[in-house]
Structure formats: structure tokens, C-alpha cells
């Protein structure tokens, strides 16, 4: 039970962080952009593809954070695993779109800022979780 609703609360972040930081803060910049993205309907037929993503990305999270958690604080080890979660994903990743894509430095500054800090708060979200689920029960 702890996994599933550590891995839901992940994957349902992951959903609202990636529609904040690429829908709304990012969208500017986007529309300057539009050539570098599908047209809208071919968005529209593949957007299933997106729940995928990130039932994958919330189920992989929970996996690896139960199976490497320390007795520790939740709060610091929260920030700690999403940076090491952001270091292994978003950072890398919009690095090396920056090098294969025509992306503007300063949207891959704003894409890796946003997406970090995303990242921590559902690390953070997790470790939350984990810890309400691990206490002992008070008598």
C-alpha cells in the first residue's frame, strides 16, 4: 500500500509539475518556438503516451527511493534523492537536446532550473509519504 500511493503521488506530481513548468511558466517561450514542436493535433492523438510517461516515472521513483532510503529525516532526504533523481534525468537530458536541437541556452537554463525543483518537491512529497508510513503506531 505504501508503494502504490507513493508511486501515485508521484506520477500525479510528475503530471502537474511537467503542465506548470511546460504548460504554463514555459509556454511563452513555447509558442516563440512552435516549429520545434508537433502540430496540436498530432499532440492530441498521442497524448495517452504522456500518462505513460509518467505512471512510469512515478512507479520508478517510489521503487528506487523505498529501496534506497535511510532512516533518516524526510525532509533532507526528500531534496537529496530528487536531486540525484534530477542529476539522472532532467539535467542530462535537456543538455543533450541543447546539443542535438536548436533550444535557446536560456530556455535549457529554464527547463533545468524548473524541472530540478520539480523533482525535489516530489522527492520531497515521497519521503513524506515514506516516513508517515514507516513510524511505529502511537499507543
Not at 506530481?13 to 498530432?42: A, C, N, Q, W
Not at 534523492?81 to 543533450?96: K, Q, R
Not at 515514506?130 to 511505529?136: D, H, K, L
Amino acid at each position: 500500500m505504501n508503494f502504490a500511493l507513493s508511486a501515485a503521488a508521484a506520477a500525479v506530481m510528475s503530471f502537474v509539475v511537467g503542465f506548470v513548468v511546460h504548460g504554463v511558466l514555459l509556454s511563452p517561450d513555447y509558442t516563440i518556438l512552435k516549429s520545434m514542436f508537433r502540430p496540436e493535433p498530432d499532440f492530441q492523438h498521442l497524448f495517452g503516451w504522456m500518462f505513460v510517461a509518467h505512471i512510469l516515472f512515478g512507479v520508478a521513483f517510489a521503487w528506487i527511493y523505498m529501496n534506497g532510503r535511510e532512516e533518516k529525516p524526510f525532509f533532507p532526504q526528500g531534496v537529496r534523492f530528487g536531486l540525484a533523481v534530477a542529476l539522472l534525468t532532467a539535467i542530462p537530458t535537456y543538455l543533450i537536446y541543447y546539443v542535438i536541437q536548436p533550444w535557446p541556452g536560456a530556455v535549457v537554463v529554464k527547463q533545468i532550473i524548473f524541472e530540478t525543483i520539480g523533482v525535489v518537491l516530489i522527492g520531497i512529497v515521497v519521503a513524506w509519504i515514506q516516513s508517515r508510513a514507516t513510524r511505529p503506531a502511537q499507543a
